[in-house]
């Protein structure tokens, strides 16, 4: 079983600034992508950002130039950095991981998620 456990979430002010981060553990063999998702209030759910083992990364088009995601293979965590927040990124934000249980076996996997309030 795989865990993803995440935290930093909370109430910034608009043009701040936070730092999500998310920890994978269990019976892994490899992750290959690790990303971000997140729901808003009377929304879907959408993707954020994602980064797969070899670095590479997607944005969603309304947090390019804002937010930056990174991860380090060897401890199994993805950060994301959230720079000149809005309000319109408050949001249920979801760790996501796309991992081999072994060589023949691969799930999706997802954290609980936490909150990100932007208001003044």
């Known amino acids: 079983q795989v865990q993803l456990v995440e935290s930093g979430g909370g109430l910034v002010q608009p043009g701040g600034s936070l730092r999500l981060s998310c920890a994978a553990s269990g019976t892994m063999f490899s992750i290959n992508t690790m990303g971000w998702y997140r729901r808003a209030p009377g929304k879907q759910r959408e993707l954020v950002a994602v980064?797969?083992?070899?670095?590479?990364?997607n944005y969603a088009d309304s947090v390019k130039g804002r937010f930056t995601i990174s991860r380090d293979n060897a401890k199994n965590t993805v950060n994301l950095q959230m720079n000149s927040l809005e309000p319109e990124d408050t949001a249920v934000y979801y760790c996501?991981?796309?991992?081999?249980?072994?060589?023949?076996?691969?799930?999706?996997?997802w954290g609980q998620g936490t909150q990100v309030t932007v208001s003044s």
């Open positions: 980064v797969t083992s070899s670095g590479s990364t």
């Open positions: 996501n991981a796309d991992v081999k249980t072994s060589p023949l076996s691969r799930y999706t996997y």
